[in-house]
């Protein structure tokens, strides 16, 4: 992969559809209570990076071992969550921002602090 190049290519689109196959609901909004359906064909279903995998930033410093470490965070797929997009847009991005961001495997914030626990 080259510095221009995007992670974001035929590979993953194949594994976005069959990630949300299986894990076809937010994750965030299943945690509050609302069960929010997602098809794998919408724009609406986000599979996100529940710790961001920073693989842009890795490649453009040239660091084999960041570039190596953000590559294995950007395929793990127990670092996935399913979410649509205004949880990821708002909420993931929010909590991103602060500090706060991570799920347990269900879905729960993992900071004590989160305003849903």
Known sequence: MTSRSSPYGQR????????????????????SGVSTW??????????DHKTPHKLKAAIDSGDPVRITE??????DRKNWQALCKR????TKQRLEKSGEFGCDASGVP???AHHWR
């Open 12 to 31: 993953w689109k194949n594994a976005r559809v069959q990630f949300l196959t299986v894990n076809y609901r937010c994750v965030m909004c299943l945690a």
């Open 87 to 90: 949880c990821h847009d708002s």
């Open 38 to 47: 997602l098809s794998p064909d919408s724009p609406n279903a986000i599979v």
């Open 70 to 75: 953000a590559q294995r965070l950007f395929w």
């Open 110 to 112: 993992l900071s004590g």
